[in-house]
């Protein structure tokens, strides 16, 4: 938290309402001084162009040996953790040729670093629906191997004729998701299996009717500051139509379920919708250049 993982949403998602202000985008904690909401979300009605980054790679070795790329858009991002491993994300940038020689950003190291830990996960998986963080608890899989998340924007770099040398236009593609989870085969687990192939857990006879369910992933740790509210990441997948639910029926080890399927746009909710409660008082991305389309 407040190394980057807040902004990262800003830039996969957009702002709903093109600015950073909107009273959905960032809202004081009542009661809990310094601890901030921030929501990020698609303007379904009213899409929004995405933002660019600024982006830096210094190595310190004097105080201008820095490359500085400008017009970064976000193209792929992916978030993915473990039974045993913390959660780890992943970006791909577009950008132009970078700048070189550029003065290297002061370095500041936080006195604690937080994140979270792998028993800080939940995975909750639903029948497509509109649930609160209280009714969704009845669908979470706390025994689960591995998960992801990605998001690819299918960004395209292509120069054109009044683009400086270097410099590119950037062009959004069809954006694709997907989530991938594996969990072990057990009695609470198994139907999953027969819901995709049948339809229903009972079912007997293959269907083609879509698997549709709505995935939530909730990640909470440490309280911040001196406050009882904790730092906090909600990320909502509202469809997911199940491509695969696949469990081997032989060999020796242990049986697991392995689920993949796309995230969809239902053209009425945003594709993903996170909210972060965290003490970062402001975003480090700036609302000075939005996308060309």
Known sequence: YKE????MFLLLLGSDDGTLNHAIRKQAVSGAEGVFEYTFKINVASPQD????????GFAKTSTDAYKYEDALLSEFELSGSNEEAPTYTSTFATNYP???QTNPARVFPATTVFPKSADVKLYIAPQGTYTEESIKQYEYPCYLDWSLS???NIE?????????GESTKVLGNREGEVNITLPWTSATKF???EFETGSAEG???????DVKTIWVVMENTTIGSTDKKYKTVIKVPQVVLTSVYSEQSGSDAKNISLEGNIEESGTDSFMEVTITTDLADLHIDNTKAASP
Not at 50 to 57: G, K, Q, V
Not at 204 to 210: G, I, L, Q, S, Y
């Open 192 to 194: 999953l299996e027969k």
């Open 99 to 101: 700048k070189v020689n």
């Open 50 to 57: 995405p933002y660019f980054a600024t982006l830096y790679n």
């Open 4 to 7: 980057g993982w807040e902004d």
């Open 157 to 165: 770099s292509v120069p054109c004729s009044g683009d400086d040398f």
């Open 151 to 153: 998001v690819n924007n």
């Open 204 to 210: 007997t006879t293959v269907t083609t009717n879509n």
